[in-house]
Structures are given as structure tokens and as C-alpha cells.
């Protein structure tokens, strides 16, 4: 496979990525304007990729060091323009960062779009953690996706290794979505029909999985069969942050050989969690720290596709090391994404203990036609959810559809502080999975005035109207 971007690598003494157009002194007010700064600190473009020997065009979000994404530490701002030197109008989202404007994401109500060869100017901080940038249209199927990582104090002397999870087909967008909404069936060659759910001993129909067939998975825009090999030294630690930005899929973590914990979801800090492996829904995070023996070895980092055998990955290696041929299909297939792992997490700094100002119930829904509502209604018929600035919200997720969905709300990171109507005090995320006959409460403090989308992140159902809007007045 050819012209993928180098596996980024970073400690706090590398120098960043985007340095020029961070931290810098350019301010600009709150509104779009035109280029400005002479190096946008990040640019859109069109560019090819070889994937299983074949070219596909697809875009790329590169700093200003030519290199994707954005790379920096905690407190420094983005700051600078972001030019559109692609060949269509864009929608840009800075995914996980709360720090930025309502008015400085296209992806919200009367957003609008860049047009092409159009600059945006910003300036906010970027949050801590591990976060990314991607488009709110069918173009995220095309790889417009990239890092958006702030490293936090904490980062002193460790290997952190950036992995980006895709999805990826040589048919278009457009095709997929029609090929599902004309289709008249969900189900595909990953997973398929996965059988009927069990709730309290109900039989509760049946639940599927993986609804677009894909060309091939990627890691770093590569597959198993040429992965990414990053050097890492004997008796080091490792920082992975892992970063799922498939359209359609979900994902379990594993790192066979190596012993792995969490310590980071949606880019916010957790207790240390172990496990064998790790549900990674479509827009979540999760950095797991992992210690190579002394006596070094080449280990695998996999990502298989959740009730399916296919993997995706890279492999970390010290010098010298044998590395073997791996396979892109796994012995069995993988689980379905649930909700256990999630059961066990706790955030190192969880929301004040208050009494919430506001309750929602969230009702997810199917319809004939490829069509997913919240609350009956899907985007374009929606009715907002209307809160006051400060205000302690919590909204509960009913899910009586056929598949799993991923739950953004833009803006904000919210605590989960119920499954399945037992409370407790879960981590801190701006995605979480609700999967199919199991409620998901989820708390936050309503501080960023403005209107901000909550959705569902499989990229086909949002497009299919699961769609909706918080407005903080």
C-alpha cells in the first residue's frame, strides 16, 4: 500500500506538528472570514490511496508540517485558517473539542459549508486528550478524518503511537446509502442477522449488525496484509490512542502478547481498566497504555470488526525483531458491542453530585426506508431539546431498533450515570453505545450557549435522519 502517512509518534520534547499555527499570537474574531494566516494550520485536499493494489481517491486534513491532523499539548489553541483546497464544500467538525464556539463548527444548525478554495479562520483552545477532526457528510466515508490530539502533563517520557480506524469501500457514498435505502434490508456480509436479544428473559426480536458491506479495513490507511510497523524501545511504556473513525463499524482492541490497560475514553481520563479485549464504537477513543518486555518482540495491535473476523492493524516492534506475516481474518468471529466493558469504567474527575435540572427521554427508532428518528421525528423534522446555560441535563437513550447506535452530542462530554436503570458513576465521553433493548443515561452541565447536534455516529443512520439538536439558551 502506498503514499499513507507516517504512524505519528510524539513525546513531549518532539516538536509539534502544527507549531506554526499554534500557540501563535494570530486572534481572529468569531466569524468566517477569508484566508488569512500565509500557512493554514490546516488544509483539506484530495489525494490517492492504494488499497489492496487498486487506487481510490480520497481526501486528506493535513497540518501545517504536511502531516495529518493536529499534534500539540494541552493548552495550546488552534489557531489559524482551515483552507478547503478540495473539490467539494466541506462541513467540518472538531470532534471531542468543547472548548470551541458554536460559530467555529460548520457542523451545526445553519452551518453552512466551506465552499472550495474558501479558508475558516479559528481560535480556541484544544482540549486535552485524544480527539479528532472529520466531516459531518457522506465525505467521512472517504477518509476526511485525522488526529486532533492535545497530550496532556502526564505525558513525560512516553511513546505515544496515534492509530486511525477506517472503513473503507471503492464505492461512493452516495451508492452505499442508496444501495441501503432501496435495499430493503440492513443486513450484510460482516456480521448479519445476530439473532434475538434477551432483556429481564424477554425475547426482545431480532438484532443485526455490520449493515454495509466494505472493501477493506484500515489502520493508519493500511490493512493487515502491509501494516504499519512503529519502532519501540525494549522495557518501554506505550501510549496508544486509538481512534475509531469508521463510518458504519464498530471495533474490538486487542494487543495480543502485550498486557494493556485503559486508561482514556473519548479523550478523558479513566481508572485503569484492564481487559482481553475492547468495544470501540463508531467516533470513540480509547488510549491504552501497554509495557514491551525487556526482551523486545514484534506485537500485533488488532482491530476486529465487531461480530465478524475481520481484522485491521498495526504492529509495534524493537530493532531487530522477526515480524511474521499476520492474517486479515480472525479464527472466529468477534462479539457484538454491549455494554459490559462500559459497567466497569469510572472517571478520575466525574461530574459534581447534583440533582438533574432537566430529564429527556431519548427514544431511537426505525422505519421502513432506511429511516432512523429520534423521538418519531428524523432531522429536518425534529423538535429541539431546549435548556437553560448551566443547567444539570440528564437524557435517558431507549434503543428498540434492530442494531446498535453510537450517541454523540457536539459540545459537550457527559458523564454515564446509568445501564439498564442502575445508576453509578461511569466515565466521562461524548459517544456512547446504546445498544439494542438497553437503556444508557447520561449526564452533563449545559455550558456552551449556542444550538449543538446529537446523533447517531454510524454515518448512514445519521444520514437517515437520526439527527437532532440541544439549544442552550
Known amino acids: 500500500m502506498k503514499h499513507h502517512p507516517s504512524t505519528v509518534i510524539l513525546n513531549r520534547r518532539t516538536l509539534l506538528a502544527s507549531a506554526a499555527g499554534l500557540g501563535g499570537a494570530f486572534v481572529t474574531s468569531a466569524s468566517w472570514s477569508p484566508a488569512l494566516a500565509a500557512t493554514p494550520i490546516l488544509t483539506v485536499a484530495s489525494r490517492t490511496l492504494e488499497v489492496n493494489k487498486r487506487a481510490a481517491t480520497v481526501f486528506s486534513a493535513l497540518g501545517a508540517t504536511g502531516k495529518p491532523g493536529i499534534l500539540a499539548q494541552a493548552g495550546d489553541r488552534f489557531s489559524g485558517d482551515v483552507l478547503n483546497s478540495s473539490r467539494e464544500p466541506l462541513?467540518?467538525?472538531?470532534?471531542?473539542?468543547?472548548?470551541?464556539?458554536?460559530?467555529?463548527?460548520?457542523?451545526?444548525?445553519?452551518?453552512?459549508?466551506?465552499?472550495?478554495?474558501?479558508?475558516?479562520?479559528?481560535?480556541?483552545?484544544?482540549?486535552?486528550?485524544?480527539?479528532?477532526?472529520?466531516?459531518?457528510?457522506?465525505?467521512?466515508?472517504?477518509?476526511?478524518?485525522?488526529?486532533?490530539?492535545?497530550?496532556?502533563?502526564?505525558?513525560?517520557?512516553?511513546?505515544?503511537?496515534?492509530?486511525?480506524?477506517?472503513?473503507?469501500?471503492?464505492?461512493?457514498?452516495?451508492?452505499?446509502?442508496?444501495?441501503?435505502?432501496?435495499?430493503?434490508?440492513?443486513?450484510?456480509?460482516?456480521?448479519?442477522?445476530?439473532?434475538?436479544?434477551?432483556?429481564?428473559?424477554?425475547?426482545?426480536?431480532?438484532?443485526?449488525?455490520?449493515?454495509?458491506?466494505?472493501?477493506?479495513?484500515?489502520?493508519?490507511?493500511?490493512?493487515?496484509?502491509?501494516?504499519?510497523?512503529?519502532?519501540?524501545?525494549?522495557?518501554?511504556?506505550?501510549?496508544?490512542?486509538?481512534?475509531?473513525?469508521?463510518?458504519?463499524?464498530?471495533?474490538?482492541?486487542?494487543?495480543?502478547?502485550?498486557?494493556?490497560?485503559?486508561?482514556?475514553?473519548?479523550?478523558?481520563s479513566c481508572l485503569p481498566n484492564e481487559q482481553a479485549a475492547y468495544p470501540l464504537s463508531q467516533g470513540q477513543r480509547i488510549d491504552l497504555m501497554v509495557d514491551v518486555p525487556q526482551l523486545g518482540g514484534a506485537f500485533p495491535v488488532l482491530a476486529q470488526v465487531e461480530a465478524a473476523q475481520f481484522l485491521t492493524g498495526i504492529i509495534l516492534a524493537t530493532a531487530g525483531a522477526s515480524i511474521a506475516k499476520l492474517s486479515a481474518t480472525a479464527d472466529k468471529p468477534q462479539l457484538v458491542t454491549d455494554l459490559a466493558f462500559e459497567t466497569q469504567l469510572q472517571a478520575t474527575k466525574p461530574l459534581t453530585d447534583k440533582p438533574a435540572d432537566r430529564a429527556f427521554m431519548i427514544m431511537l427508532g426505525e422505519e421502513p426506508g432506511y429511516r432512523w428518528t429520534i423521538n418519531g421525528r428524523v432531522h429536518g423534522e425534529h423538535q429541539p431539546f431546549d435548556v437553560r446555560q448551566g443547567e444539570r441535563v440528564e437524557m435517558t437513550f431507549m434503543n428498540p431498533t434492530s442494531m446498535m447506535h453510537p450517541m454523540h452530542l457536539h459540545g459537550h462530554h457527559f458523564q454515564v450515570v446509568a445501564i439498564g436503570g442502575q445508576r453509578f458513576s461511569g466515565a466521562m465521553r461524548d459517544t456512547i453505545i446504546v445498544p439494542a433493548h438497553n437503556p444508557v443515561t447520561v449526564a452533563f452541565d449545559a455550558n456552551l450557549q449556542g444550538s449543538w447536534f446529537l446523533h447517531c455516529h454510524h454515518l448512514y443512520h445519521m444520514a437517515g435522519g437520526m439527527m437532532t439538536e440541544l439549544r442552550i439558551a
Not at 467538525?93 to 460559530?103: D, E, K, S, T, V
Not at 457522506?138 to 503511537?161: C, H, K, R, T
Open 91 to 268: 462541513q467540518m467538525h472538531w470532534h471531542g473539542q468543547i472548548n470551541a464556539p458554536a460559530n467555529q463548527d460548520r457542523a451545526r444548525p445553519q452551518g453552512g459549508e466551506l465552499g472550495i478554495g474558501k479558508a475558516d479562520a479559528h481560535d480556541f483552545e484544544l482540549t486535552s486528550g485524544t480527539h479528532w477532526l472529520h466531516s459531518h457528510s457522506l465525505s467521512e466515508q472517504q477518509l476526511l478524518a485525522a488526529p486532533m490530539v492535545a497530550l496532556g502533563n502526564d505525558a513525560d517520557n512516553i511513546q505515544n503511537v496515534v492509530v486511525m480506524l477506517h472503513d473503507f469501500a471503492f464505492r461512493s457514498p452516495q451508492d452505499i446509502l442508496a444501495e441501503l435505502t432501496e435495499g430493503g434490508s440492513h443486513a450484510s456480509s460482516g456480521g448479519g442477522m445476530m439473532g434475538k436479544m434477551m432483556t429481564g428473559g424477554m425475547m426482545m426480536g431480532m438484532t443485526h449488525t455490520n449493515d454495509v458491506k466494505y472493501d477493506a479495513y484500515l489502520a493508519n490507511d493500511r490493512t493487515l496484509d502491509d501494516p504499519q510497523v512503529v519502532s519501540v524501545e525494549k522495557g518501554s511504556a506505550v501510549r496508544l490512542r486509538i481512534i475509531n473513525g469508521g463510518t458504519a463499524t464498530a471495533f474490538f482492541i486487542s494487543t495480543p502478547g502485550l498486557k494493556s490497560r485503559c486508561i482514556a475514553v473519548d479523550g478523558s
